[in-house]
């Protein structure tokens, strides 16, 4: 599948079952005991340093329909709403869940915890996806970091399910278009590290497995005409988003709600670096351990690309895959 041109490639079958009693138990298995399997399906040769996955896994409780791993090149994200919205689409096409007309709920259970999506239909299509994410809160603001060849670089730090680094573009003279890919890769992992080593303030207020920077999100005007903004979101090992990544736009929602630049149910459109467009408001607010926190929701498309079947053979040198960009 895609959501708004990010891969997400859907594992249906042949993984181990995971030890565990929550999501999180089951992340933790996959990646000490079978981390070998994610190589071999996102790496090349059968996938590429942008890929990225899901497995399905039995959620935290009842009240949930399933829960959900994401991987990437790296390893484990701990949400994404990318992911959200193109399994919620799969979850009532598949029948996974009830189908309900004109809207179905699906409740999922991820590593940060559970995601809410509503899947609208017109005239039995599917027409519209939307989640809420997480409690999503603002960590620091105007927060400085010094990067080689371009001085101080100011961010701010916010949590959508993930922890991210939000940098104006502007500020530092880079265009968010295709044209400057490698470099935004460069710079955004430059800062990414360097926010690691200088900053104490991601920590999550519950789960320590939560308290890591995930990414650096890159934010400037559009480049479409009518829309409010543009995000490039630099994560993992150097991935480039080729979405508007939706947990990095309810950490935005999060920083615009603080700022008091967006008020309960307004939208923000944002586009990605191919033009892809998610629409993110501010659904209501909730205290979240210490943090004033919202609950965003994110709204997208995505679309069933094809169905592959992978082999393994243990004679292959890269059968578990290899790492190039």
């Known amino acids: 599948m895609h959501t708004g041109g990010e891969p997400l490639r859907v594992i249906m079958a042949g993984f181990p079952k995971l030890k565990g009693s929550s999501v999180l138990d089951f992340r933790n298995d996959l990646r000490d005991n ?17 890929m990225y996955g899901c497995l399905i896994v039995p959620p ?33 096409e598949m029948e996974w869940v009830k189908k309900v007309v004109p809207e179905t709920k699906v409740v999922i259970d991820a590593p940060c915890g559970r995601l809410y999506a509503f899947v609208g239909f017109e005239n039995e299509v599917i027409t519209s996806i939307r989640f ?33 680094a939000y940098v104006n573009a502007d ?48 934010i400037g005007g559009p480049i479409t005409e009518g829309l409010d903004s543009r995000n490039v979101c630099i994560f993992a090992e150097g991935e480039v988003d080729r979405c508007p990544t939706g947990s990095g736009v309810s950490g935005r929602m999060a920083i615009h709600y603080k ?33 004033d926190a919202v609950i965003p929701q994110v709204s997208g498309m995505a679309y069933v690309t094809g169905q592959h079947e992978f082999w393994i053979d243990p004679e292959d040198p890269f059968k578990y ?5």
């Open 259 to 291: 700022r008091n630049e967006i008020k309960i149910g307004e939208t923000m459109q944002i586009e990605s670096i191919v033009g892809s467009v998610f629409t993110g408001s501010v659904v209501r607010e909730e205290k979240y351990g210490s943090y």
């Open 171 to 218: 500020e530092l003279g880079i265009e968010l278009t295709p044209q400057n890919y490698s470099k935004l890769i460069k710079v955004g992992m430059d800062i990414k590290h360097a926010v690691q080593k200088s900053s104490n303030n991601i920590v999550h207020p519950f789960e320590p497995d939560l308290s890591f920077l995930y990414g650096t999100i890159f």
């Open 321 to 325: 895959g290899f790492f190039l960009r």
């Open 60 to 92: 935290n409780s009842p009240e949930a329909d399933f829960g959900i791993l994401f991987m990437h090149n790296e390893g484990y994200s701990t949400m994404c709403g990318h992911a959200t919205i193109a399994i919620a689409k799969l979850a009532v």
């Open 34 to 50: 079978h981390d070998h399997l994610r190589k071999a399906i996102m790496l090349e040769p059968r996938g590429h340093a942008d």
């Open 132 to 164: 809420h994410c997480v409690p999503s809160f603002v960590a620091a603001l105007d927060q400085k970091v010094e990067i080689e060849k371009y001085g101080v670089v100011n961010y701010d730090l916010a949590y959508g399910g993930a922890f991210y």
